[in-house]
């Protein structure tokens, strides 16, 4: 019960967001965060964490270190954290509320945040295309059809949704670049089940020749049985309905 209400509460939350975020961008009225920081010169280390920490945050840098992020959901709280770890770093942090700006400006400021969002949905694409949809190509053309192979390839599909998923919860102005992620996805989905039972079909001829023959079950595919691939065959069905959030 009360997992349910805090997945209901996280949901409705993220609806807020979402109904803030177009109302503010529609009116062109959205307002901004500014970070200025310095960390000491002689650790690098720190200054390179920073910059990593920001840029997952979706920061547009204005700067070296002066970034912005609008003032939607919860940015200032995740600069304020950030702030706190510099002061901890012994360095110094300023965290501004910056009003809407002139026209021109609010519009470099909105494309920028577009172009990072933009980059990104073009990294995920390539990666599903690279080690999910090639990659099923490449082993059905060889005629691998292994346990290994279907794992390696469905962990992929997942590191690819997890990372859709985080690029679009900071995509705060509808960057291009999101409709041919979600087609990426969709394709890898509807090509992995009928791998699968590539893989299921060769596993099961094997074990039959194997039996006729008398010699041990051996198909290369760390330990698969006909009941593995028909767990994997069921987990690509479940991947395969489902939808990529488009918001």
């Known amino acids: 019960m009360a997992d349910s209400l805090r997945c209901r ?10 109904s803030q975020r177009k109302s503010a961008v529609a009116r062109n009225a959205v307002g901004w965060w500014l970070l200025a920081y ?8 720190y200054r390179v964490g920073v910059w990593r920490e ?36 012994g360095g110094s942090a300023d965290l501004l509320a910056l009003p809407h700006q002139a026209a021109d400006q609010q519009a470099r400021m909105i494309r920028g945040f577009r ?17 999910v949809i090639a990659e099923i190509e490449f082993e059905t053309f060889r005629k691998r059809f292994t346990m290994s192979e279907v794992e390696e390839i469905e962990q992929n599909l997942e590191k690819v949704r997890r990372w859709y998923a985080a690029v679009r919860e900071r995509d705060w102005f509808d960057a291009p670049g999101r409709t041919a992620v979600e ?33 041990p079950a051996v198909n290369g595919s760390r330990g698969a049985t ?18 990529p959030r488009g918001g």
């Open 9 to 18: 509460k996280t949901a409705d939350e993220g609806i807020a967001v979402e």
């Open 38 to 45: 310095r960390v000491p010169s002689d650790r690098s280390a």
């Open 54 to 89: 920001l840029k997952r945050l979706g920061a547009l840098y204005l700067q070296q270190s002066v970034c912005v992020l609008p003032r939607l959901g919860a940015t200032r709280s995740e600069l304020e954290q950030v702030r706190n770890k510099i002061d901890e770093m």
């Open 115 to 131: 172009d990072l969002a933009s980059e990104q949905y073009r990294k995920v694409t390539e990666e599903c295309e690279r080690t």
């Open 183 to 215: 087609a990426s996805i969709e394709q890898a989905a509807r090509k992995l089940p009928a791998y699968v039972a590539r893989v299921h079909r060769s596993t099961s001829a094997g074990a039959r020749s194997d039996e006729r023959s008398g010699r």
């Open 226 to 243: 006909p009941r593995t691939v028909a767990r994997s065959a069921g987990r690509a069905r479940r991947s395969q309905g489902r939808t």
